[in-house]
C-alpha cells in the first residue's frame, strides 16, 4: 500500500498483521424452541416473542418487527430473573439481544412456574430511563 505525503510522493506503507484489532469471540448459540417475554420502557406490559437461539452473552427472537438497534430492553425467558438487554440488530422479522450481564443458558431452558408473575421494572435505571424528571 502506498501513501501520499504533503509533498506529493509515495512512500510505501506496510500493514503488522500484530495491529488488527482481535476478533470477538462469539459465544456458541444453542437453537432452541423458548418463549421471552420483552419489556421496553415506550410500551406497557411485555411483548411476546419465540427465541430461535441463545447462548449466554444473548438470544436471538422472533416478530420483532418494531424493534430498533440501540434500544434497551428487558428480556424474561424460562426461570432467569428478568434481564436488561440491547437490542444490537434487526432485519427480516428477528431481533440480536445481547444481555448486559452473563445468563445461564440451563436455567433460560426451565420453564417458569405457572405460579410466576412477570411485572414491568418498577423502580431502577430501567423504570426512569424516559422519565422526563431524570437529571
Not at 6 to 14: I, K, R
Not at 27 to 56: C, K, P
Not at 105 to 119: C, G, N
Request: proline share 6%; aromatic share 6%; charged share 20%.
Amino acid at each position: 500500500m502506498d501513501i501520499r505525503t504533503d509533498s506529493g510522493h509515495f512512500h510505501p506503507m506496510t500493514i503488522d498483521p500484530s495491529d488488527k484489532p482481535p476478533s470477538l469471540a462469539r459465544a456458541t448459540r444453542t437453537s432452541v424452541m423458548l418463549n421471552a417475554d420483552v419489556f421496553r420502557v415506550d410500551r406497557d406490559g411485555a411483548s411476546q416473542h419465540r427465541v430461535t437461539n441463545i447462548s449466554e452473552s444473548g438470544l436471538c427472537i422472533a416478530q420483532a418487527g418494531d424493534f430498533a438497534a440501540g434500544t434497551v430492553v428487558v428480556v424474561a425467558v424460562g426461570s432467569i430473573a428478568p434481564t436488561a438487554a440491547n437490542v444490537v440488530w434487526v432485519r427480516s422479522g428477528l431481533a440480536g439481544l445481547a444481555f448486559r450481564t452473563a445468563i445461564d443458558v440451563a436455567v433460560a431452558r426451565r420453564r417458569r412456574a405457572a405460579s410466576d408473575t412477570l411485572r414491568p421494572p418498577a423502580a431502577g435505571w430501567l423504570a426512569e430511563l424516559n422519565s422526563p424528571y431524570k437529571s
